[in-house]
């Protein structure tokens, strides 16, 4: 806030660092450089994609495998498990903290915060962050987080086990499930220390887009991945404070006996401190941050995918405005349609058609977005590499779910399926695996850039086709269930006469999981060893790219350019623009004649 | 490796942009807190209760602070450190005095039965003008900062001539981002002030 700006420092910020010494902990552990800490959320994020992953097998082969004992699980997780079983409450607890650790931790945190902090100043030519003490502490605030919510894992009264929704009363109250206790306390304690790692973040992208991109680098000369990773920020700024209000008023009605959203209540026939509350204004609250946090984790994906198909297929991709445009539009109707998750709330039904109005508006943007993703394949000149088949694999997940999105945005029928599988279906599909793999696709992509190394090839197919049709296997047959009635967050279904039928569909839904979480080890390993072992990337630019990151030294240091910041004359799509010219053109490579004529003629 | 002088202002520049992102993000958090109170104020079961008298006395205080910190910030920039210290200062002790006046104000109300842990108009009161007052003292904490810069730089080490580094650059203390912050804290309480007035007197 106060900085005293003396020569000194500020010519230290701007990265003239390079000349002091660094030891191991100043450069990588203390580090203040957006790749180093673009990495580390990477690695942190990776941690907790295994964690999360790991409960959802859990609790999975619970429901495959009900009647089972498991004594061999229960030797590891003694905690979760009575006599082979697992119990319900554990359940519940690894259901809830699976959400959590997914949508917030790996798919929020650190989707954007590896790609916005390693792309962002590349590939708008800067230096670092406008403030890259901030962005730092963003990640400090995000490991500290991220700690307190490992600690409430061990737990003996359990983790936090309301749902990643944390409705109250369920998740006020210790007396309605051993995990609201000390388990909700930590979770909560959490996520305040999350928010504020997000928006010191986000605070800082959006600076850095509008304030340090280079000579030339007009707004609409900037690539879709810096585009979708401004809006994504733009999305958090707005909704993560609303989150803090709304998780400050519920930590008061847990801790202080406060009533925000608890009225009347009896427990044993005796009635509790509590008067005058309304549970439905925290849903309405943690929705207004809720749906848009859909967007926070989907965008910077689509940004990612849209850049790699457009490289891969060796054309401009389509519509770019059009890509800007929709961006926006979802950016702006994200904010009006949170109510959609609440259409069983009993709320006039008016209001709900309104906010159905809004849901079904979105499938427009969502649409041009697709419709252009396609149409930058069509007929182009496609270079397969493991990052441009995860990009088409983005693609069919982001329609697959997305059609499903329209059944869901319409009251009349959200009412039969509310709750039920086929919601959990939708949302994977569209905004779980879809992300994973707009990650996988940037990681792939990016890695030489990262490490100066390449990833296997073949261990990257294997663990594209796996997790495809694993992902296609998992999802799919749980829309079947959620039609005909299956409700989510279910411990036991042979209990039900109804339900028990499906047993089959939970066992192939059971194994399947269990499979793709395995072939992400491949993905580790590849990782892990490439960084090591890799193939070596010996020339600048290996993949042939436009966007100003591959100007950069195979390994950039602090500073990013040794010399001068480069200057950008051109878009980042010019591929194959001339018929008899090079195949790609740098945005660095002044205009020519012939350029100007081409851009005359068809505008993009 | 030296880089041009004019990297060093743009980065300049975006931290004041930086600054005006933080304040969006804080006003959304309390647009998120009034919203609510209007929900459930809309529910029924509302006990009303009048303001606190303290909390007017508060209010003229810190519109008089947020007059002192744009002397000690223009100070500054026209190079009058003793007056900029001076005014600095003065907006700390005026801060800490609104946190005690709001502090009386919470006490008056809990005198007059309404709790934290009663109705919620009395819990979003507490709530609401607590959270504000946080952030309030959140931003002392940088005055003192800047005040023990700026008494440093023109009182201990060289009175009243600009002391400069190395590199031939004028070390200065910066206020800008800080006047902003104060500015701002001073008009979101005005809302609050406000918003709780006619919430609660009709």
Known sequence: MVTSSTGEHALSMIGAGSHHKETFISKYIFSTDHKMIGKQ??????????????????????????????????????????????????????????????????????LSGTFANFLIPLQIGA???????????????????????????????????????????????????????????????????????????????????????TKGMTMTRMPLTVWALFFTAIIGLLSFPVLFSAAVLLVFDKGLGTSFYLSDIFIGGKALGYSGGNAILFQHLFWFLGHPEVYIVVLPAMGIVSEILSLSARKPVFGYKAMILSLLGIVVLSFLVWAHHMFVTGMNPFLGSVFALFTLLIAVPSSVKVF??????????????????????????????????????????????????????????VMGVAAFFGMFAGIYHWFPKMFGRFMNETLGYIHFFITFIGGYLIFWPMHYLGMSGVPRRYYDFNEFHAFSEYHDMNLLISVSAIVVFAAQFIFVINFFYSMKRGRKSTELNPWKVNTLEWTTPIIPGHGNWPGDLPTVYRWPYDYSKFEDGPDFIPQTVPLTEADIESDKKNLH | MVYPISEKYSQQKAHRFTMYLGLMSITMAFAGLTSAYLVRKGAGNWVDFPMPVEFYTSTIILLISSATIHVAHVSNKKGHPKMATLGLFVTIILGLLFAFFQFKGWQTLNYSGIYIDGNPAGSFFYVITGMHAAHLLGGVIFLWIALFRSYRLFFIKNENTTIVNKKGNALKVRTDLLSMYWHFMDILWVYIFLFLFFNLNH
């Open chain 1, 41 to 110: 959320f990477l690695y942190t994020g990776m941690a907790w994609a295994v964690i999360g992953g790991l409960f959802s097998v859990l609790f999975r082969v619970q429901l495959a495998w009900p009647d089972e004992t498991f004594p061999f699980l229960e030797q590891i997780f003694s905690n979760w498990f009575d006599e082979g079983h697992m119990t319900p409450e554990a359940y519940y607890a690894l259901v809830t903290m699976h959400g959590t650790i997914m949508v917030f931790f790996v798919l929020t945190a650190s």
């Open chain 1, 127 to 213: 230096r670092d962050m406008a403030s890259p003490i901030m962005n730092a502490l963003s990640y400090w605030l995000f490991l500290l987080s991220s700690l307190i919510m490992l600690a409430s894992i061990f737990l003996p009264t359990g983790m936090a086990s309301a749902g990643w929704t944390i409705y109250p009363p369920l998740s006020i109250l210790p007396q309605a499930s051993s995990g609201s206790g000390m388990g909700m306390t930590l979770w909560l304690v959490s996520m305040v220390f999350f928010i504020a790692s997000q928006l010191l973040a986000g605070i800082n992208y959006i600076s850095t887009v509008l304030n340090l991109r």
């Open chain 1, 372 to 429: 252009n993703w396609l149409t930058t394949i069509w007929k182009g000149n496609i270079k397969m590499t493991v990052a441009a088949v995860f990009s088409l694999g983005f693609v069919s997940m982001f329609i697959s779910g997305g059609l499903t999105g329209i059944w869901l945005g319409n009251a009349t029928v959200d009412i039969q399926l509310h709750d039920t599988y086929f919601v959990i279906g939708h949302f994977h599909l």
